[in-house]
């Protein structure tokens, strides 16, 4: 169960890092601004997924959950206030369905397994 939440950070930073403005405008951001949110996220989904792979703790469990807060929150404050970076509200809700969903999956995670045995 606890390797299953690293495939969709691998995905995703991969995903983030090969094509930032087709990713930007498929959840509903302007291409310019979207692009560079969606390269640094990627860049924060592999780090945070090396983390834990090199040391499967409790934290770097944990980290997962945190990097899902930071995607929810960034979405939220788009829809909310800036209209000019905003290319599809519709997609950028969809997208944050989708944040949350993770985020969900990887509380629990987080919370049913208090200590990660080595890989």
């Known amino acids: 169960m606890i390797h299953l939440i690293t495939w969709p950070s691998l ?3 991969v995903v983030a890092l090969a094509c930032p403005t087709d990713t930007a405008t498929a959840i509903g951001l302007k291409s310019r601004i ?3 949110v969606i390269r640094i996220a990627g860049w924060r989904e592999l780090v945070v997924l090396g983390a834990f ?4 703790t409790r934290r ?3 980290a997962f959950v945190a990097q899902d ?3 929810i929150t960034a979405a939220t404050i788009a829809l909310s206030t800036r209209s000019d970076v905003i290319l599809s509200p519709r997609r950028l ?3 944050l369905t989708g944040y ?3 985020a969900v999956a990887d509380l629990y995670t987080a919370v049913r397994h208090g200590r990660v ?3």
């Open 11 to 13: 995905a995703l930073g």
């Open 34 to 36: 979207g692009s560079r």
């Open 53 to 56: 792979l090199l040391r499967p």
């Open 60 to 62: 770097s469990l944990w």
């Open 69 to 71: 807060l930071c995607d």
């Open 93 to 95: 809700r969809a997208a």
């Open 100 to 102: 949350g969903l993770l």
């Open 117 to 119: 045995a080595p890989v």
